[in-house]
Nanobody, 121 residues
């Protein structure tokens, strides 16, 4: 139901844009976002956006470098990753929630498949 794409292998300082399409609009989701999981680490929150518009949220380590946005007409959210660092290497997961923003792991209603982002130094 959530289809993420856009990952790849890039050098430090480069940029990428991840996309996530909601293929099933049976439910009206309130908010969507991105989590990531680096090798050997726990899955962590990255960014979130309410689909009706409003404040976006980011984890501190990506503020000023990543930008989350939405295109409701295309049922798609994006995550632009600028000034990538090797520590951004992870599998990035798109998520969606029906009632609240997906800011915490335990609150996520729906997970998409991951897309790998690898940043070389």
């Amino acid at each position: 139901q959530l289809q993420a794409s856009g990952g790849g292998l890039v050098q430090a300082g480069s940029c990428l844009r991840l996309s996530c399409v909601i293929s099933d609009r049976t439910f009206n989701y309130y908010g969507m976002g991105w989590f990531r999981q680096a090798p050997g680490k726990e899955r962590e929150f990255v960014a979130a956006i309410p689909l009706s518009g409003g404040t976006t949220y980011y984890t501190d380590s990506v503020k000023g470098r990543f930008t989350i946005s939405r295109d409701n007409a295309k049922n798609t959210i994006y995550l632009r990753l600028d000034s990538l660092k090797p520590e951004d290497t992870a599998v990035y997961y798109c998520v969606a929630n029906r009632e609240i923003l997906p800011l915490k792991l335990k609150d996520v209603d729906l997970w998409g498949q991951g897309t790998q982002v690898t940043v070389s130094s």
